[in-house]
């Protein structure tokens, strides 16, 4: 298995929301219903509001298997070794083969200055959670998250230590 992260940058949009497209579709009409994620696919991962993440400082990476895009993460600096990781999609054909474990050490490896790291998870989200216990986040509050049109976020606010 030859999985590689690979910086994406603005050329990358497109490929980015396909894979967004088919993962949100298969994985989160069943937990947030589909107008949510309809609304989330459009807030999110249009190409302007990919632009603007990018722009602020949103840091894109393509997850690579043997080549081929499977996957993605996006993730922030907010201050010395502290970072924020603000998505982290596998394809769910190939989820539960130990990709997410391969990606999460590639990218530990690309920060070697991390003390902490956090992340939101939606709190039905059991497979989510289930991983970022198993590679050592806590849950360090429950928050939600107000994103418009009457819609929220009713995330797990989660939190990685080194040790």
Do not use: C
């Not at 054909?93 to 003390?115: E, F, K, N, S, T």
């Amino acid at each position: 298995m030859n999985l590689q992260l690979v910086a994406a940058s603005e050329e990358n949009i497109s490929s980015i929301q396909a894979l967004a497209d088919v993962i949100w579709n298969d994985h989160y009409p069943e937990i947030i219903g589909q107008e949510q994620v309809d609304y989330m696919l459009n807030r999110f991962y249009s190409v302007g509001a990919m632009r603007e993440q990018m722009q602020g400082g949103q840091q894109f990476y393509q997850v690579l298997l043997d080549g081929l895009a499977v996957g993605f993460l996006a993730m922030e600096s907010r201050g010395e070794g502290s970072y924020f990781l603000n998505k982290l999609y596998i394809s769910t054909r190939l989820q539960r083969g130990g990709i997410g474990h391969g990606v999460w050490a590639l990218l530990r490896g690309l920060l070697p200055d991390m003390r902490e790291m956090r992340l939101q998870v939606n709190r039905q989200n059991y497979k989510a959670i289930n991983f970022y216990f198993k590679v050592g986040f806590v849950i360090e509050r429950v928050a939600d998250f107000d994103i418009g049109d009457g819609y929220f976020m009713n995330d797990f606010v989660m939190l990685y230590k080194e040790k």
